[in-house]
Each structure stands twice: as C-alpha cells, then as structure tokens.
C-alpha cells in the first residue's frame, strides 16, 4: 500500500475531513472565494484598525503593522469572530438537501462549531469581566480558535459546493427529463390509435 492510498485510507475515517474525496478541485476553488469574500468583509475592522493604527502610531513609534494588528485583537476579539465565522457553517450543515447527499460529518460539523461558539464566547467574556489584556499564550489561543473556525466554515462551504447541484445541470436535467416523459406521451397516446 503506497503513502497516497494509507492517506486517503486514514483521511476518510477523519470527521470533519473524511469526505473531502468526493469533492473536485472546483468546490475548492469556489469555497476559497467565497471564504475570501467572508473574510475580507466581516475581519475589515481588524485590518483597517490596524492599518489606522498604523498610521496614527507612525509618527510617534516605529510600530509595525502586524504589531498594530495585534493590538486590536489583544482583548479576545478573535474569540467574537470564530464564533461569528461558524454560524453559516452550521446553517449549511443543517440545511435540509432534497435530491442531493446530505452533508457529510453533519452532526460533527454542527457539534463542533457549537462547541468553539460556547467556548470562544466563555472566553471572551471572562476576558471582558475580568478587564485585562490576554496574556501572550491566550492570544494565541484565541488565534488558533479562529483558524479552527475558518477551517471549519472552509470546509462547509466546500461540501456545500458539491452537495449543491449546478443550476444549469439542473435545469438541462429536468428538460431532458420533461421531453423523454413528452415524447413516451405520444408515443403511447399513437401506438393506441
């Protein structure tokens, strides 16, 4: 058994990654757009108070951006924002799918994302209760809870976009479907004649 077939062997037994296999390089591609997109919108606080940071900063202190950056988030904002990021994971998950596969690992999805959800915003509000900046360690924390949660939503848009029927294979479908049923019609409605 060579690594590539052990690998896919192993990733399959894997929850949240197990049915990665059936998905095409295009249900990639478009997830990372749509991610994108996501991010770009929902993190503009993070970044662009970062960068006015930056700039009001740079004539005071040679502080660099990444600095700025976390200085934002140094208060568990990151926790606010992974829980945030995992609610459409959860819609996808629990959207009821007719004439598709449902979502793979659903209940793990589901129970994973309300798990960060419960988790970041515990955190975040013994943070805020208690008033102080997160130590280093936790900042990270937090850092680490918000990619597990980009990853998760990542990986439910990913399946959403295979499980989803192309609109046009849809349509094209039913049309076939609709001039084979037309034309048994008439075939059965001469052959009676």
Known sequence: MNLMTLLKHVCRRL?????????????????CKELFISLLISMSPVYVGAFVLYIVQSGSTSIGYLSCAGTIVQNGELFIYAAAVLAPAVYIASKDRYDVRSFPSKFTFIG???????????????????????PH??????????????????F??????????NPATVMRDNEQDFTRRVQSHREASQGGN
Do not use: W
């Open 137 to 154: 360690n936790v900042l990270l924390m937090s850092v680490t809870v918000f990619v597990v949660a980009v990853l998760v939503f990542y």
């Open 112 to 134: 994973c994302a309300i798990l960060v959800a419960i988790l970041s915003t515990s955190i975040f509000t013994i943070e805020r209760v208690k008033a102080q900046v997160l």
């Open 156 to 165: 439910a848009l990913v399946y959403n976009n295979t499980l989803l029927p």
């Open 15 to 31: 929850p949240i990654v197990g049915s990665v296999h059936m998905c095409t390089l295009s249900d990639f591609g478009e997830a």
